[in-house]
């Protein structure tokens, strides 16, 4: 049972879709510097989007959590997504190299931005590479990671590492790879 | 500060929309005129009841009422919630009415709500409990309430006009809503339902399903209605009977329509239309499955009777956009957006989109929060801030990348602080875990080591079963005599002296059941048993059917009727009961290969005569044995049942010939069966095994390898080489996906697994 298609994909045959290629956004980073980005590339971000549906993209477009550095990794990806003869698989290797040369800092700042940006497929590739490096990591690596504070007691843990004592094997040393 | 300003309003339009967002805007209202002109003047008593209501579950609310009923003064108080309440809703309206806002009010309480509410269940004017259940508590989900401790539990069901039903509804507490944006409904994927009768036959359910299921089925295959006919004082105290369906879609939406059938109610207001008849369940069936249609075609993410709904939680949502796509807005939704604009002062920005027909809806929520939370400390789960706070990332984006983790990892990051500790162990994260798309199915076989002369289990690493892995967890002793599943990760094993237990083998938890311990008559042994392994899909329950067999050893003949034990996890016990229907014990059933457990219920193939071939069903929820035919041209049961797409497959091979075939049937509704492909004719097939993710089927072949036969490329591949000598069925092959479903549950321990431990060793010996 079909419903009926509300999202055409059909890019290439909307003249609306021409006209944002063409349109340049400005977007401003909390540092206050500007860059300039096609709107057909910068629309791939929901909130941005919606600011510029909504007419509130009145010229510039200020981020005031996103760092100049990250806005710039930002865009590269955004303006390879919407580049026109990239296929799937070379969007996916992009992807993958993208991700594999960040620390685990610069991924944090990425996952905000894409996170406050609402890009779907950043957000995604992130998570999944942020994921991979904590996979059998200490319980004090990841603390120090996402600066968290333990608030168990030393006896609490003591018991909760009992309770699952065969989990503990195996864990890698604590360096970032 | 001693005065309040009332704001005034006239009528006794949506008084319910009234009192709720009053209380939730903490601002006071007087009502007057309430139906001052009526013939029957002033407020009805379901009105009155909502009103009891709302001071059951507040503290300091101020309830003031004329002496004709007609003037109302209400001064809202604190949501308390709590647990363990009762209130009777009455029985002229049902318990529908009071469900919606009660559940927005627990969520925004100072304490988990759970209350029991008694009274009508279903009828044809609001929301039964089982739409409720289905398309209610999905869409609250998407607004980010945890699924933890949200439930609605059909204790009992009632219908007009003596009603006579009783719920448990629980409600979790939030800090504040999520804001969403929901504007693709996607396709619809299946469609689900249930039919009730309480009084009535259970027949005239078997009626509505086939009338649904006959417009259904030219269009999708996937439908699947359950029957729930209640007996004894489950049954209320009125006959009735009715259907409730929904259809749910690829990106999560889910559209339901229900009605119910029953006498009316003598003193309702509707007395003045004729005592009508009664509508056929046959009719019943297809209108409703018409309605559920027309309630696709409009577009939405919700159906007409949600609309409402939607919208106030998007105004209740913090100071953030939500966007929503509705099909035409009903009358009731546009007085919801009225009334939301004057007690919350939120606008909806309406955008129709003419190409579908559909409307978008767009609001910047009031930012309600629940200041009864911030005393609750570290513990709560959705406590975006606090985590903020210790933390770099934001709350979802945490909850995101520990969903990726594998179990062993996330059983140690449980250590790193409360606030993880509680992410990880709620209900919520356990099953997005394991529905997690990076949670893969993996191939477990048991195969057969000759260098070391034993039995081993292999789980293979990947998609192209380039190597497999021997963990330790996931082996078993040579005594185990059956092992099925897995069902949410969590086998059921059972050793050769008939001892049975629960296995998860990602948390290591090892759970053994009670020894089944039904009284038989001395003159009869069991010679023979059939098991089945299910989830009773009403309540989440583990379930384990047991059928013996007994023969007579005075008389040397078989003993009819065959026992059926039946295992329930909830309860933790055993039920034993014999089933007239399964007279005919002569007939052989076989225990198939694979878990062929579907949608709550289990399937056998059997045989009789070595000519007459049928399944046998076992319904986990009404613990009835249906009989389903297969295709008249099997003969011989030559073959096994599997899992193919969802529907119950028959692979039926001849094993006499030399070239050998797979013929492979599958049922999309009961008893309808197609034959969707033949495999061979090859020499070399011993035995079909089961399907891989749907898209290739296992073999067995007479060199005793593993070989997977693609359904759609036709080509094979080989992937084990271990090899017995004059082997037979060497293999048991599984599809394992870890699993944070734990086993242990109230009172009842579970133990670690460990094969080299004595208990292990025990329990299988």
């Given at each position: 049972m079909a419903r009926k298609n509300r999202n055409p994909v059909g890019k290439n045959v909307d003249p609306e879709a021409q006209k944002k290629k063409t349109r340049t956004l400005t977007l401003k980073s909390s540092d206050g510097q500007e860059f300039s980005i096609s709107e057909s590339a910068a629309v791939l971000s929901i909130a941005i989007e919606n600011m510029v549906e909504d007419d509130c993209a009145g010229g510039v477009i200020p981020l005031p959590l996103v760092d100049g550095g990250t806005l710039a990794r930002v865009i590269t990806y955004l303006n390879k997504h919407a580049e026109d003869g990239a296929s799937d698989e070379e969007k996916r290797k992009f992807d993958e190299e993208f991700v594999s040369g960040m620390e685990m800092g610069v991924l944090f700042d990425v996952v905000l931005a894409a996170n406050y940006l609402d890009i779907r497929g950043l957000l995604r590739e992130v998570r999944r590479r942020i994921a991979d490096r904590m996979k059998n990591k200490s319980v004090e690596w990841v603390r120090k990671t996402f600066h968290i504070e333990s608030d168990f007691t030393p006896e609490e843990e003591e018991q909760m590492k009992k309770e699952f004592a065969w989990a503990w094997e195996g864990v890698d040393s604590d360096v970032d790879d | 500060m001693g005065k309040f300003s009332y704001m005034r309003l006239k009528g006794s339009q949506n008084l319910r929309l009234r009192l709720l967002l009053s209380t939730l805007s903490s601002t006071p209202i007087l009502i007057e005129d309430i139906r001052a002109d009526a013939t029957w003047p002033g407020l009805r008593p379901y009105e009155v009841s909502f009103l009891r209501l709302l001071e059951k579950v507040s503290d300091d609310c101020v309830v003031e009422i004329n002496e004709t009923g007609t003037?109302?003064?209400?001064?809202?108080?604190?949501?308390?919630?709590?647990?363990?309440?009762?209130?009777?809703?009455g029985t002229s309206r049902s318990i529908g009415y009071f469900l919606e806002p009660l559940v927005v009010l627990g969520l925004f309480g100072k304490k988990p709500l759970s209350i029991r509410l008694k009274g009508i269940t279903n009828d044809s004017k609001d929301p039964s409990v089982d739409t409720f259940r289905s398309a209610t508590i999905p869409m609250l989900k998407q607004f980010g309430v945890p699924s933890e401790g949200l439930d609605l539990k059909i204790e009992s069901r009632g219908v007009p006009p003596h009603g006579g039903g009783e719920v448990i509804l629980s409600v979790p507490i939030v800090d504040s809503l999520k804001a969403i944006t929901w504007i693709d409904e996607g396709m619809v994927k299946r469609i689900r339902g249930f039919t009730f009768s309480t009084r009535v036959s259970s027949q005239?359910?078997?009626?509505?399903?086939?009338?649904?299921?006959?417009?259904?089925?030219?269009?999708?295959?996937?439908?699947h209605i359950f029957?729930?006919?209640?007996a004894g004082e489950q049954a209320g105290k009125s006959p009735g009977y009715g259907i409730s369906l929904y259809a749910e879609t690829t990106s999560g939406c889910v559209i339901s329509v229900d009605t119910a059938v029953s006498y009316a109610r003598g003193e309702d207001e509707g007395e003045l239309e004729d005592e009508k008849e009664l509508s056929p369940p046959g009719d019943v069936g297809e209108e409703i499955a018409s309605a559920l249609l027309g309630e696709i075609e409009q577009g939405g993410v919700v159906d007409s009777t949600h609309q409402g709904l939607l919208f106030l939680l998007c105004a209740l949502c913090p100071q953030d956009v939500s966007k929503v796509r509705v099909g035409k807005l009903a009358p009731y939704a546009i007085e919801v957006l009225r009334h939301i604009r004057d007690f919350l002062g939120v606008k909806f920005v309406i955008k129709p989109d003419p190409s579908t027909e559909t409307?978008?809806?767009?609001?910047?929520?009031?930012?309600?929060?629940?200041?009864?939370?911030?005393?609750?400390?570290?513990h709560n789960i959705s406590g975006y801030m606090e985590s903020a706070k210790n933390g770099d990332l934001p709350e979802d984006v945490i909850l995101e990348i520990l969903l990726r983790l594998p179990v062993k990892t996330l059983l140690q990051l449980k250590c790193v602080c409360k606030h993880w500790y509680a992410l990880i162990g709620s209900l919520s994260f356990v099953n997005q875990h394991f529905s997690q798309e990076s949670n893969q199915?993996?191939?477990?076989?048991?195969?057969?080591?000759?260098?070391?002369e034993r039995y081993a289990f292999a789980l293979y690493v990947d998609e192209i079963f380039s190597g497999y892995e021997e963990p330790d967890h996931l082996q078993m002793p040579v005594t185990v005599a059956a092992l099925m599943g897995p069902l949410n990760g969590i086998f059921c094993v059972v050793s050769l002296s008939g001892h049975m237990a629960l296995l998860n083998p990602a948390l290591r938890q090892f759970k053994p059941l009670p020894l089944v311990h039904p009284y038989v008559q001395p003159h009869l042994s069991s010679y023979d048993d059939l098991l089945g392994?299910?989830?009773?899909?009403?309540?989440?329950?583990?379930k384990l059917v047991s059928i013996q067999y007994f023969w007579n050893e005075e008389m040397d003949v078989p003993h009819y009727p065959s026992l059926v034990s039946v295992y329930n996890s909830g309860s933790d016990s055993w039920r034993h009961f014999e089933d007239v229907n399964l007279v005919n014990s002569s007939r052989c059933a076989y225990r198939s290969l694979c878990n062929t457990y579907l949608n709550g219920v289990y399937y056998w193939l059997t045989e009789f005569n070595d000519t007459d071939v049928a399944i046998l069903a076992f319904d986990m929820s009404s613990e009835k044995f249906p009989e389903i035919q297969v295709p008249d041209c099997?003969?011989?049961?030559?073959?096994?049942?599997?899992?193919?797409?969802?529907?119950?497959a028959l692979l039926s091979c001849d094993l006499d010939k030399i070239d050998k075939c797979v013929d492979v049937w599958v049922m999309k509704k009961e008893g309808c069966w197609t034959k969707i492909l033949t495999v061979g004719p090859c020499q070399d097939i011993k035995w079909p095994l089961g399907f891989w993710k749907n898209s290739e089927l296992l073999l067995e072949t007479g060199t005793s390898l593993l070989t997977l036969y693609n359904v759609y490329t036709q080509k094979l591949r080989t992937v084990e080489a271990r090899r017995k000598e004059n082997g037979f069925f060497i293999y048991w092959v599984f599809s394992y996906k870890e699993s944070l479903v734990s086993l242990k549950g109230e009172g009842n321990k579970c133990k670690l697994w460990d094969t080299s431990s004595d208990l292990i060793r025990d329990f299988f010996k």
């Open positions: - | 003037k109302l003064k209400y001064k809202p108080g604190i949501v308390m919630s709590g647990r363990h309440l009762v209130h009777d809703c005239f359910e078997n009626t509505m399903i086939h009338a649904a299921r006959g417009i259904f089925n030219r269009l999708l295959p996937d439908v029957t729930d006919h209640k409307v978008i809806l767009k609001c910047v929520g009031c930012g309600l929060k629940n200041l009864s939370r911030k005393y609750n400390g570290t199915e993996h191939l477990l076989i048991r195969h057969y080591r000759p260098d070391e392994f299910g989830l009773d899909p009403y309540n989440g329950d583990y099997i003969k011989s049961k030559e073959g096994d049942l599997a899992l193919y797409e969802g529907s119950i």
